[in-house]
């Protein structure tokens, strides 16, 4: 069984680079065949996707972040990460990771909360 | 960017009932469509797919249809386990993008 857990920093300071690993057990990214991707939910909020990576490091980015997103893999450690930069508050969010196969998001982390604040 | 609309964004049934949500899209997405529930302080989790297949695992009172700009999720009879927010996904262009939200609680 495919699990994934989100890790990183749960605060960072306004202007500074957030930045979120996600690691992935039960199966290989580099297997092929899924889009890893990273979408996030400000409190209370409805869900809003970031991006994804495929194995191979071809990435698609919300255009409304695309700007200040970089997704990378990392098939030698089976993660992949998320780097936002310039972060201000609304940046503040829970974080998830998924794994989509294509059709939709079958499989996904706990998510994390990541708080922007000085 | 494809908008999504769900309605109702608030819905109030009792156990047993026959309940349908509705998601339109801003323009045509053939059956890129999923639906997803979210339970508070959980990740969503996947229901439906291509609009109408049932995840694995997924309860059968659960069922999703339609295709183009209008698409259903039914919940044919209410269990306890069900009460939560549901949110449709569209996966045919990008930006992928999600509805508002349906939060479904008990009457």
């Known amino acids: 069984q495919v699990q994934l857990q989100e890790s990183g920093p749960g605060l960072v300071k306004p202007s500074q680079t957030l930045s979120l690993t996600c690691t992935v057990s039960g199966g290989s990214i580099s297997s092929g065949g899924y889009y890893w991707s990273w979408i996030r939910q400000h409190p209370g909020k409805g869900l809003e996707w970031i991006g994804y990576i495929y194995y191979s490091g071809s990435t698609y980015y919300n255009p409304s972040l695309k700007s200040r997103v970089t997704i990378s893999v990392d098939t030698s450690k089976n993660q992949f990460s998320l780097k936002l930069s310039s972060v201000t508050a609304a940046d503040t969010a829970v974080y998830y990771c998924?794994?989509?196969?294509?059709?939709?998001?079958?499989?996904w982390g706990q998510g994390t909360l990541v708080t922007v604040s000085s | 960017d494809i908008q999504l609309t769900q309605s109702p964004s608030f819905l109030s049934a009792s156990v047993g009932d026959r309940v349908t949500i509705t998601c339109r899209a801003s323009?045509?997405?053939?059956?890129?469509l999923a639906w997803y529930q979210q339970k508070p302080g959980k990740a969503p989790k996947l229901l439906i797919y291509a609009a109408s297949t049932l995840q694995s695992g997924v309860p059968s009172r659960f069922s999703g249809s339609g295709s183009g700009t209008e698409f259903t999720l039914t919940i044919s009879s209410l269990q306890p386990e069900d009460f939560a927010t549901y949110y449709c996904q569209q996966l045919n262009s990008y930006p992928i993008t999600f509805g508002q939200g349906t939060r479904l609680e008990i009457k």
């Open positions: 323009q045509g997405i053939s059956s890129y």
């Open positions: 998924a794994r989509d196969p294509a059709g939709a998001a079958d499989h």
